[in-house]
């Protein structure tokens, strides 16, 4: 009897160390360095304007204090610490990415001041020399921003002296927070710390309420230093950086002083223990397990990793963001759900991560919604201003919107270059998100030195590949076009396999290249001959319209990455802003003209997506897709659920091309 629950125990035993094993194998994918990529097409259009006449552009006009001064003076500022380095990781690759010369100058007059103001000790923080290493504020926060932006600047202009200044820097901080003075738990003395105030999560609360009480908690944000230590990992090898990410996350899951706690161990290995917290937070969390996972490979880290990215899967609403108007609260991912532009900007690095080191293509599926919708849609066209909040379906972007729910106050939803809440965070991190796409548009396969195309869309990729030099130039309109051209030149022929992905929506797909094998992996084409310069590769997906069921039980209709939205139509109120003394600018109010809360459509119960065909819009700009999309869905949709023959005409446009939209359907009976 013995025996065969002794051969059941071993086999369990066997089948777990397979499933630990199967999350921590080593990295499918590596990134190339950030100058490998460069934006073609709209994208580089866009990422210039952003760059010249854009809020990116002149955003250190609104917010000066988040200028280099704050490292000059270390005035030990948390909001130019957070603004300045975001706005600057996204602006200095928006400057080498597109090489517009005075974008270039501003970004490295930054980086100048910051280096000149390095300490003899090699101190690269904003933080006054009496509050260091003490638990105060967001200071290891602060100082990862400046040096993951700074670590953007060696990448893209190869200037040694800021890759030393930056060891310099982090080897200090690893000898100031250790064993002997652990970053994420009080000790008496510190000013922070207060036995008997009440911890609160710092970010997750609601302007205008009397201020809570702060006291008895650390700000969660400070873990990512994780991204410092995984950044100077990739690059230096040295283990020391992986040991001390692996000691702060350690840390920050066994402290009750720091906050949120959803990516703490014990919730993530909880299933039902659900997202609550501040939405950018946990965003931002979900890679520093992940990272632990292909680094340090033993338990927990792997089932934590794989925890932390399913959970996010019951948070993603059909504009492809995730549930955030500052906390995520378990809300529901309904179309109406509102979501922070921080949270998106965090979210995508995170599933850049998630691409790089699982191969696994869904996440690169999200990363194109998340972008194209979520990201486009919450932002003017021309670049000029944000919505801090923004939702899949959106009937008013204006200052007071009075949802019942938390955080929907105070500006977050109007439109603004520099919104007044929140320090104008999302202002600074939405100048990450394009550049940060562009760089993981393409990767090096870990296993066999062939590239990888994992995200679409105009661009060019320069690189060596196994000694050759090659590019590949990447033509398309993509997601307004099916149909993408590789086009290549090596210094000489060379073989290796360039992998295309196969995005889930795609329906057939047709791959034209000259000579090469073709191979059918899942999500991925693979193309290996010995490529030469004049040879080019034509893929073209059949994308079909595809409806899906939202949560709540309206449908929403999608064709390729990009989700069709019903235009609400509106009136802007202009209003005027001006903040600390600088010129006055201007904020948009956007409400509807009509008082209807419903659109007044329904689509068929059954098949709805085969009333819409996908058509060329002839008022489109090849420059400025997303002020008029090249492709929109024309059909029609019923205006009495009823009646067959109530049937009006419609035009559904790409959600990134709106602001004001229906993003999802009742179906008629
Ligand atoms: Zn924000």
């Not at 928006?94 to 000149?116: C, E, H, I, N, R």
């Not at 090898?237 to 402290?255: H, M, Q, T």
């Not at 073709?518 to 010995?530: C, H, I």
Request: aromatic share 10%; hydrophobic share 40%.
């Amino acid at each position: 009897m013995n025996k065969p629950i002794h051969w059941r125990a071993v086999a369990a035993i066997i089948l777990y160390l397979f499933a630990a094993r199967a999350f921590c194998l080593s990295p499918v994918y590596e990134p190339l360095p950030l100058n490998a990529i460069k934006p073609r097409g709209w994208i580089y259009t866009q990422i210039t304007n952003d760059a010249t006449t854009g809020m990116a552009g002149n955003f250190l006009k609104l917010r000066p204090q988040c200028g280099s001064g704050s490292w000059v003076e270390k005035d030990g500022s948390d909001g130019a610490g957070e603004m300045g380095g975001n706005w600057l990781d996204g602006y200095v690759r928006m400057a080498y990415l597109t090489g517009v010369p005075s974008a270039k100058a501003k970004a490295d007059a930054f980086v100048a001041d910051v280096l000149k103001a390095q300490e003899p000790d090699g101190y690269l923080g904003n933080y006054p020399a009496d509050k260091r290493y003490k638990r105060v504020g967001r200071e290891l926060f602060s100082e990862s921003r400046i040096i993951v932006a700074l670590l953007a600047d060696y990448e893209l202009t190869g200037n040694k002296k800021v890759l030393d200044a930056v060891i310099k820097s982090v080897r200090l901080t690893m000898s100031k927070y250790n064993q002997a003075n652990k970053p994420f738990t009080f000790v008496p003395g510190d000013a922070g710390y207060d036995p008997n105030k009440k911890p609160v999560v710092e970010d997750n609360v609601d302007e205008g309420k009397p201020a809570p009480d702060k006291a008895h908690s650390i700000n969660g944000h400070v873990l990512m230093f994780v991204d410092v230590c995984e950044w100077l990992f990739r690059l230096t090898g040295d283990r020391a950086y992986a040991d001390y990410a692996k000691f702060l996350y350690d840390e920050y899951c066994r402290s009750s002083d720091v906050h949120p706690d959803e990516i703490k161990v014990a919730s993530l290995l909880n299933s039902a223990s659900p997202y609550e917290g501040h939405g950018a937070h946990i965003a931002e969390h979900l890679r520093v397990p992940l990272f632990l996972a292909y680094t340090d490979g033993s338990e927990p880290y792997p089932q934590a990793a794989q925890s932390a990215y399913t959970k996010l899967l019951r948070y993603i609403v059909p504009a492809g963001a995730m549930c955030s108007d500052e906390g995520v609260h378990d809300f529901p991912p309904v179309p109406t759900q509102g979501y922070e532009y921080c949270t998106t900007t965090e979210l995508a690095t995170s599933l850049e991560s998630a691409v790089e080191k699982t191969g696994a293509m869904k996440y690169a599926d999200m990363i194109e919604r998340l972008v194209f919708n979520a990201g486009q849609g919450a932002r003017t066209a021309d670049g000029k201003m944000i919505a801090y909040n923004s939702a899949s379906t959106l009937l008013a972007a204006v200052e007071d919107l009075k949802l019942g729910k938390n955080h929907n106050s105070n500006g977050r939803w109007q439109y603004s270059p520099a919104h007044q809440i929140g320090g104008s965070c999302c202002s600074a991190n939405a100048v990450k998100l394009m550049p940060h796409y562009v760089s993981s548009m393409w990767m090096k396969t870990a296993g066999d030195d062939g590239l990888a195309a994992l995200l679409f869309g105009p661009s060019q990729v320069s690189t060596t590949v196994t000694g050759v030099a090659v590019t590949i130039e990447e033509e398309t309109s993509y997601p307004f076009s099916d149909s993408i051209t590789f086009r290549i030149t090596t210094a000489s022929p060379v073989q290796f396999p360039l992998r295309l992905r196969v995005p889930a929506w795609a329906g057939a797909v047709t791959v034209e290249a000259d000579g090469a094998t073709v191979e059918n992996a899942p999500d991925m084409r693979v193309l290996t001959k010995t490529w030469q310069t004049g040879d080019a590769v034509t893929v073209t997906f059949q994308n079909p319209i595809i409806a899906s069921k939202c949560v709540g039980g309206e449908i929403s209709l999608n064709r390729g990455p990009l989700l069709y939205v019903l235009p609400w139509p509106s009136k802007k109120t202009v209003l005027k802003k001006s903040r600390g003394g600088v010129p006055e600018y201007i904020e948009w109010d956007v409400k509807p003209l009509s008082a209807k809360t419903t659109s007044g459509f329904y689509l068929e119960r059954t098949a709805p997506e085969a009333a819409f065909r996908a058509q060329p819009n002839r008022l489109s700009d090849r420059n400025f897709p997303w002020a008029q999309p090249s492709l929109i869905l024309t059909g029609s949709m019923r205006t009495d659920k009823n009646n067959p023959n109530s049937r009006k005409p419609v035009t559904l446009f790409p959600l990134g091309s709106t602001m004001l939209r229906f993003a999802s359907f009742p179906q008629a009976n």
